[in-house]
């Protein structure tokens, strides 16, 4: 039987810790980046207790060369990726009179542009049948002006992967991006166990019934 891989980039011990779980207890391999060891070592320590065959990569995501070659080494390692799942963002507070030009692109790196290094890195172990989630956000509609850049990083996100869904669907490959039209706290419909089943159920979506954007209301 043929062991499918998850790749979350962007993983920290919230929503990413959450699909990584979610994935794992099918018996899915799940690797991990993030910038932060710390964070990464014990959530690995934690998917191992749980007995998840996982592994993890630090590596700075607005750095496109070294994103680049993390995905190429999990792509040799495990010979596939069957879901990236894509989660970073940047949460500054600073509204539109203060924030510079220069923080909203560095931002936006992290929390848009990297999608694209993610999945053109990830496009050789895809297979047919491979899916690209990313975790989207109400604020990209209802933008909170004290900290203006996550709304940009959202809606910029979500024009991408409509775009790069209609790019990968020829090859048997499709993207979405999962609304979430909440905020994310424990114990609520908004938990990050309770949005990665929703994500979890996105990416399993067969392409008869797909859709680029799924919005969770809870």
Known sequence: MVTRVLLVVGAGPGLGAAVARRFGREGWTVELLARSRDALTGLASELEAEAVTSAWTSVDIADDEALTRAIAEVAERRGRIDVLHFNPSVFRLADPLHLTAAELLADL??????LLTAVQAARPAFVDGSRVTVTGSMAADQPWHEACSLGAQKAALRNLVLSLDRAL????????????????APDSPFSPERVADALHT????????WRAEVAYDG
Do not use: I, P
């Not at 790196?109 to 990297?114: D, E, N, S």
């Not at 669907?169 to 994310?184: E, K, P, Q």
């Not at 996105?202 to 008869?208: G, K, P, Q, V």
């Open 169 to 184: 669907s020829s090859f048997g490959v499709r993207a979405t991006s999962l609304t979430v039209n909440g905020t994310l």
């Open 202 to 209: 996105a990416a399993t979506t067969s392409d008869e019934q």
């Open 109 to 114: 790196r992290v929390g848009a542009a990297a």
